[in-house]
């Protein structure tokens, strides 16, 4: 049974859930596809990104997918819209 999904976002390329440092999102146990908006990101930075899924003790992982982000008006770093992955 699921128990959660999202996405990891984190510095070193090789992101795990409940690493320190990661960024992770719970969009909850539905099946089905998902979309996520990962926050407190810094600009000029390179993350990696993969989706997760945990059931039990088993964790599933999707490919990891480097971006790097500019900074925005506020000083926040974003994503370009047409660096938006779909897995």
């Known amino acids: 049974k699921m128990e959660a999904k999202g996405f990891i ?4 390329s090789d992101p795990k859930i409940y690493t320190e440092g990661c960024i992770m999102t719970d969009e909850g146990t539905a099946s089905g596809d998902f979309t996520s908006t990962i926050k407190g990101l810094n ?5 990696y990104i993969r989706a997760y899924a945990k059931g039990g003790y088993n964790v599933r992982y999707g490919n990891v997918i480097t ?8 000083g926040e770093g974003y ?5 938006i992955f779909e897995w």
């Open 67 to 74: 971006v790097k982000t500019k900074e925005g008006a506020d």
């Open 79 to 83: 994503i370009e819209d047409d660096e």
């Open 9 to 12: 976002c984190s510095t070193t």
């Open 43 to 47: 600009p000029g930075t390179t993350y």
